[in-house]
C-alpha cells in the first residue's frame, strides 16, 4: 500500500479508534461514577483511554522506516528557541480569537458546558504535575507524532498548501469543540506550516506543549473562586471584546515576528546539514484511494461537530 493511502487509511481507524474509545471511557463514568468527582482523574482517563489508542497508535502504526522522514531528526537550536517565542503568540493569538467566539456563542444562547472544553485548575502539586501531564505532555507529543509527523509527512507528495491544509483541518475537526473550530485551525496552520519547514516534529510538539502548559499554569493560579465569579460576571462584551482584540493583536505581532525569524534560521540550517537529512517522501498522486479515506474521514468529523454545534443549542 502507498504511504499517501495508508495515512487516509489510519485517519479513518483513527476517527474509528476515538469514538469506540470515548464510548468505553463514558460507560466507565456510569460504572465508576467517582471518576467524574476528580477533574485531574476524569482528564487523565481520557487521555489515556481515548488520546493514547487513538491518536498515539494509528500514528505509529502509520510511519514506516526511516522514522526521519515523519519528522524523526533534529534541527538548531535556534529554531527551538524562536519556537518558544512562537508558542507565547500561538497561545495570545487563540485566546483572542476564542474569546471571541465565546461571546457569539453566549450571544446566541449556546451552552458553554457543550461547546467549550471545560478545563479546570488542580489544588496541589501532584495534581499540577498530572493536569500538565494530561493536558499539555501528551496532547503535545500523540497529536503532533500523528497529524505533524505521520499524516502530514505522507501527504507530502501532495503539496505544501494541500498537505498542510488537510492536516490541518482534520486536527481541528477532531476537537469535536466547533466553537474553538477559528482556533484550532489558526493553531493547526501554524503547527502545520512550522513542521513541514522544518522536517521535524519536535518544534511544533513544543509550541503545542508550551501553548497548553501556559493554559494549566493559569487555571492552577491561586485565585479566589468567588471573587473570579464576580468578576466574570462584571465583564461586558465590549471588554470582551476589547481584550480579545489587544490579545488578537499582540498574538499576531509576536507570532509574525517569530516566524519570520524562524523561516530565516531554517534557511541557514538547512544549508549546514547533510543532505540525506532532509530527505523526504517520495511525490505521490493524490489517488482516488487517497480521496475517499480523506472525504469521508472529513465527513464523519464535521457531522459530529455539527452534533456537538446542536447539542449546545437543544441543552440549554
Known amino acids: 500500500m502507498k504511504q499517501g493511502n495508508r495515512a487516509g487509511l489510519f485517519m479513518l481507524v483513527s476517527i474509528g479508534l476515538y469514538l469506540l474509545m470515548s464510548l468505553v471511557l463514558g460507560i466507565a463514568m456510569i460504572v465508576f461514577p467517582q471518576i467524574m468527582h476528580d477533574y485531574v482523574t476524569m482528564i487523565g482517563a481520557s487521555s489515556i483511554v481515548v488520546t493514547l489508542p487513538a491518536i498515539l497508535m494509528p500514528g505509529l502504526l502509520t510511519m514506516r522506516k526511516p522514522y526521519k522522514r515523519f519528522g524523526f531528526q533534529g534541527t538548531s537550536i535556534g529554531v527551538i528557541l524562536l519556537s518558544l517565542v512562537l508558542s507565547v503568540g500561538v497561545f495570545f493569538l487563540s485566546t483572542g480569537v476564542n474569546s ?19 478545563l479546570m485548575g488542580a489544588n496541589s502539586l501532584e495534581g499540577f504535575l498530572l493536569l500538565t501531564l494530561f493536558v499539555a505532555v501528551i496532547p503535545a ?14 501527504w507530502r507528495g501532495l503539496g505544501r498548501k494541500n498537505a498542510i491544509l488537510i492536516t490541518t483541518v482534520l486536527f481541528s475537526l477532531m476537537h469535536l469543540t466547533p466553537m474553538s473550530l477559528p482556533s484550532f485551525l489558526i493553531i493547526g496552520y501554524i503547527l502545520g506550516s512550522l513542521a513541514y519547514d522544518s522536517r521535524s516534529v519536535l518544534p511544533s510538539m513544543l509550541v503545542h506543549f508550551v501553548h497548553n502548559f501556559i493554559t494549566v499554569v493559569i487555571l492552577c493560579l491561586p485565585i479566589d473562586v468567588a471573587a473570579q465569579d464576580e468578576a466574570a460576571l462584571a465583564v461586558s462584551p465590549t471588554d470582551t471584546i476589547i481584550a480579545g482584540g489587544i490579545m488578537t493583536a499582540l498574538g499576531i505581532i509576536i507570532t509574525v515576528i517569530s516566524w519570520i525569524a524562524i523561516r530565516s534560521r531554517l534557511k541557514a540550517y538547512q544549508k549546514r546539514i547533510e543532505p540525506c537529512e532532509t530527505a523526504v517522501l517520495e511525490i505521490i498522486e493524490p489517488s482516488h484511494t487517497l480521496r475517499a479515506y480523506i472525504t469521508i474521514s472529513g465527513i464523519i468529523l464535521l457531522a459530529l461537530n455539527v452534533i456537538m454545534l446542536l447539542l449546545s443549542f437543544i441543552q440549554v
Not at 471571541?100 to 471545560?118: C, H, I, K, P, R
Not at 503532533?144 to 499524516?151: D, K, N, P, S, T
Request: charged share 15%; with cysteine; glycine share 6%.
Open 141 to 154: 507529543v500523540c497529536e503532533e507524532l500523528f497529524f505533524r509527523g505521520a499524516l502530514l509527512n505522507s
Open 100 to 118: 471571541f467566539m465565546t461571546l457569539l456563542a453566549e450571544t446566541l444562547g449556546a451552552n458553554s458546558d457543550v461547546y467549550s472544553q471545560n
